[in-house]
């Protein structure tokens, strides 16, 4: 695999349920980020991973979020008691060099999230 | 804080023209570096151009160049011959302690 990837594309779920959503970084990549890009918006920071450890997760919306990652690479961010303002698209990225260190953040396409 | 400010919501451009998108920011990092990405339809962000805050000389990857003014955090995309393909949104970036900040992005339409 070349690039980020992430599932689902798309999601659409009702008010109140829980959803996942995945990431595999580059292979290699040490620091992994999820952004949120609400309509029309630039992108809202969330969280990020040095390796499995998230150092700062005040980026999260509420406690309804948390986010881990395992083995150094898959990441899952998982929102609970989905509301409709969490509808949006989150998208989430990789840099070869640890977070702290500027680097090129490499993004993948992104998941859709709907919340009815 | 650090802020990254895009003035210009939208912009047009005739095809096989040049076009500028403004990009101002504000940091307190002595080490970072500055990006454009763009944002087609498709929604993945593909990156653009980078620029070292450290190296004076600006960027250029093909039909694509930076105007990096240190002094004046001012730090500005020109694409020249314009492309249909260029159409897209998109977004200023600054590297933060281990974040990007974003701007708020221009909507580039280049015309037929």
């Known amino acids: 695999g070349a690039g980020v990837s992430q599932s689902p594309s798309n999601k659409v779920t009702e008010k109140g349920k829980d959803v996942e959503l995945r990431c595999d970084p580059i292979s290699g990549h040490t620091a992994l980020y999820w952004y949120r890009q609400s309509l029309g918006q630039g992108l809202e920071f969330l969280i990020y991973?040095?390796?499995?450890?998230?150092?700062?997760k005040s980026g999260l919306p509420s406690d309804r979020f948390s986010a881990e990652r395992t083995g150094g690479s898959v990441s899952t961010l998982t929102i609970q008691r989905t509301q409709q303002e969490d509808s949006a698209v989150y998208l989430c990225?990789?840099?070869?060099?640890?977070?702290?260190?500027?680097?090129?953040?490499?993004f993948g396409p992104g998941t859709r999230l709907t919340v009815l | 804080a650090q802020t990254v400010t895009q003035s210009q919501p939208e912009m047009s451009v005739q095809e096989a023209e040049t076009v500028t998108l403004s990009c101002t920011y504000d940091?307190?990092?002595?080490?970072?570096?500055l990006f454009w990405y763009k944002q087609p339809p498709s929604r993945q962000m593909i990156l653009v151009i980078r620029q070292e805050a450290y190296k004076q000389q600006n960027a250029t990857e093909n039909r694509f160049s930076v105007n990096f003014q240190k002094a004046a955090k001012s730090f500005s995309l020109k694409i020249s011959d314009s492309q249909l393909g260029d159409t897209a949104m998109y977004f200023c970036?600054?590297?933060?302690?281990?974040?990007?900040?974003f701007g708020t992005g221009t909507r580039l339409k280049v015309l037929a």
């Open positions: 970036a600054s590297s933060g302690t281990y974040k990007y900040i």
């Open positions: 940091t307190s990092e002595n080490n970072y570096y």
């Open positions: 990225a990789s840099s070869l060099s640890p977070a702290g260190n500027p680097d090129t953040q490499y």
């Open positions: 991973f040095q390796g499995n450890s998230a150092p700062d």
